[in-house]
């Protein structure tokens, strides 16, 4: 089992930035990708980032790409997203997820352990 701690949410301007944390701790030697998703209030809970532990490799929604980057510290068991250019339609719960399998899946339900979410709210 793996435990995600999500931090660094909270209320911003348009055009601000934030840079969210996923802390992982348990058994993170089987954890092969992490993601990022975020759910708005009435919706699905959507893809944001994937990047593998092992080569870093990326995946971005094209809502995010160019303005958010996902990163990850291997030796603190931590992955980031760097939040820019914040928009009003960013407002959501953000997770951190991680599968075991590895490759980078964008469905939800490609993933196996959840963080319990980080509100971010941005005004206009």
């Not at 992490?34 to 094209?62: C, L, N």
Request: proline share 2%; with cysteine; aromatic share 12%.
């Amino acid at each position: 089992q793996v435990q995600l701690v999500e931090s660094g949410g909270g209320l911003v301007q348009a055009g601000d930035s934030l840079r969210l944390s996923c802390a992982a701790s348990g058994r993170t030697f089987s954890s092969k990708v992490m993601g990022w998703f975020h759910q708005a209030p009435g919706k699905e809970r959507e893809f944001v980032a994937a990047i593998r532990w092992s080569d870093g490799q990326t995946a971005y929604a094209d809502s995010v790409t160019g303005r958010f980057t996902i990163s990850r510290d291997n030796a603190k068991n931590t992955v980031y997203l760097q939040m820019n250019g914040l928009k009003p339609e960013d407002t959501a719960v953000y997770y951190c997820a991680t599968r075991w399998n590895y490759g980078m899946a964008v469905r939800p339900d490609a993933y196996d352990y959840w963080g319990q979410g980080t509100q971010v709210t941005v005004s206009s």
